[in-house]
């Protein structure tokens, strides 16, 4: 596939913006992706293209977060596999699929993704909340502050659950050894590890909400699993994208440098540009996008 100058350095710059975004809100995704639709990449490419070009910040993401995993190792051992078989389907159904067919479907996937970025919030205060009701069970004579502001560090549901470990009282849930997860939650991760071999947008959401459900109350660990689950599922799907020659590999690169340049510098302005004027914004992007690219079909 050809590419042109003036479409790597639109592709550069929406990985910028990308890079930036995740580092404040999240959601990074409803601007690549959509964006490289529009420069004229055929789906199936842009897809392939925008998981590989991305996934070194998963792999960041991941590094950052391996203290958490300690208490959670055979919990680690046990989420690689669905892990890795369900990305590893995913990216081989992508490539199964036809271009046709794919187009067909990307606008609801690209809705999709923006509804389960909606959900993130009120996901992430069932999950605080349910974490404060616990540490208040476990420490009752001890008040937890409710009121203490949220940083804004960008990483999915940790822009809404961070502090709570900060203001927990002495004796609240922490890292500690986890029992090994339920089957029914690998079978739940190897669905969700499929979807994210295919498109992937969200499904950070969508393990945390079940990680929650499980039991876990410690968000940091949490992150980490769910950071863990999706380099396990990125790394065969990068793999299998790269050795079928579908990934565009001069867009890969310049948007690979343009998302560390956005996230290096949205790192320096989560803490200064308002996160709910963020999520607005790319809750608008995916829409908007979304619609779009179904009247487009239409």
């Known amino acids: 596939m050809t590419t042109t100058p003036l479409q790597l350095f639109f592709a550069a710059l929406a ?26 990449i055929p789906p199936i490419v842009a897809n392939a293209t ?22 959670a190792r055979t919990w680690a051992v046990r989420f690689a596999i669905p892990s890795l078989a369900g990305g590893m389907l995913g990216a081989i159904l992508l490539l199964r699929t036809s271009s046709e067919r794919f187009s067909h479907l990307v606008p609801f996937l690209v809705l999709g993704a923006t509804g389960l970025f909606i959900l993130q919030a009120p996901l992430g205060a069932y999950l605080r909340g349910r974490r404060a009701r616990l ?33 927990a009282p002495t004796g609240a849930p922490a890292a500690e050894p986890l029992a090994a997860p339920a089957l029914p939650f690998l079978v739940y991760q190897f669905i969700v590890s499929i979807y994210g071999g295919y498109f992937g947008a969200g499904m950070g959401i969508l393990m945390l909400a079940a990680l929650g459900f499980m039991g876990l109350v410690n968000i940091h660990q949490m992150n980490g699993l769910k950071n863990w689950g999706g380099t396990c599922i990125n790394i065969v799907a990068v793999a299998i994208f790269a050795a079928s020659g579908v990934v565009s590999w001069p867009i890969a690169i310049v948007m690979a440098g343009g998302a560390a340049i956005g996230g290096y510098a949205g790192s320096g302005l989560a803490q200064r540009v308002p996160q709910p004027v963020v999520r607005r914004l790319i809750i608008a992007i995916g829409l908007v996008s979304g619609l779009w690219l179904l009247f487009d079909r239409l």
């Open 135 to 167: 540490i208040a069970r476990s420490a009752p004579g001890e008040p937890v502050d409710r009121s203490a502001p949220i940083r804004a560090t960008g990483d999915d549901l940790e822009t809404d659950s961070a502090r709570a470990d900060e203001v």
């Open 15 to 40: 990985a910028a913006a990308g890079g930036a975004v995740n580092a404040i809100a999240g959601g990074g995704t409803l601007i690549t992706f959509p964006t490289l639709l529009a420069l004229g």
């Open 50 to 71: 925008s998981t590989v070009a991305l996934w070194p910040g998963t792999v960041g993401s991941m590094w950052g977060y391996r203290r958490e995993l300690e208490g």
